[in-house]
């Protein structure tokens, strides 16, 4: 089974400020690798698929990149309503969850 | 657009087996992989499986003894059975589109307890 780490697990982030996620994943997975963001109560909202590909509709200031077993999300110039969970997810081999980052405005 | 609508009975005893069935409106059914996921509350994600038409399933390893996804073509709905539930079970379920789940159901809270 592939294990995907998170990292940090919380951050707390004043507005406009630059945020950095990462998730290193146990074993090789390509570039088979997503992020979602997660509201209280909501379903999951992908941001980001095979680890830099943009989603229509989501903020340009989501970036992500890595292949590998690194990866990395970005919120560039944070927003109030960026506050929330976010999950790396791989599916490479079957699919796997990191721990996710819950990310908090000051 | 797509649209995914689940539902199921949402307490369980111990020892019963939880179903869930997700109906799919809106866009194709076919082409696509079709995944449920859970979260316990306060919890991560956690991956259960997969159904494709033409590829079959795949399951998590931790579960597979007592997950099945079924898939009813005709009414474009796809179904989690999960046998021999116990309180570890509690979670919220998930049904979603795709390997990358583009589009996800409102969620069914699913608790366990005798």
């Known amino acids: 089974e592939i294990v995907l780490t998170q990292s940090p697990e919380f951050q707390s982030v004043t507005p406009k400020e630059k945020v950095t996620i990462t998730c290193r994943a146990s074993q090789s997975i390509g570039s088979n690798l997503h992020w979602y963001q997660q509201k209280p109560d909501q379903s999951p909202k992908v941001l980001i698929k095979y680890a830099s590909q943009s989603i229509s509709g989501v903020p340009s200031r989501f970036r992500g990149s890595g292949s590998g077993t690194d990866f990395t999300l970005t919120i560039n110039s944070l927003e109030a309503e960026d506050a929330a969970t976010y999950y790396c997810?791989?599916?490479?081999?079957?699919?796997?969850f990191g721990g996710g980052t819950k990310v908090e405005i000051k | 657009q797509v649209q995914l609508q689940q539902w199921g009975a949402g307490l369980l005893k111990p020892s019963e087996t939880l179903s869930l069935t997700c109906a799919v409106s809106?866009?194709?059914?076919?082409?696509?992989?079709w995944t449920w996921i859970r979260q316990p509350p306060g919890k991560g994600l956690e991956w259960i499986g997969e159904i494709h038409l033409s590829g079959g399933t795949n399951y998590n390893p931790s579960l597979k003894s007592r997950v099945t996804i079924s898939v009813v073509t005709s009414k474009n709905q796809f179904s989690l059975n999960l046998t021999s539930v116990t309180a570890a079970d509690t979670a919220v379920y998930y049904c979603?589109?795709?390997?990358?789940?583009?589009?996800w159901g409102q969620g069914t809270l699913v608790t366990v307890s005798s």
């Open positions: 809106g866009g194709s059914f076919n082409g696509y992989h």
């Open positions: 979603a589109r795709g390997r990358v789940a583009t589009h």
């Open positions: 997810h791989q599916s490479s081999s079957l699919g796997t």
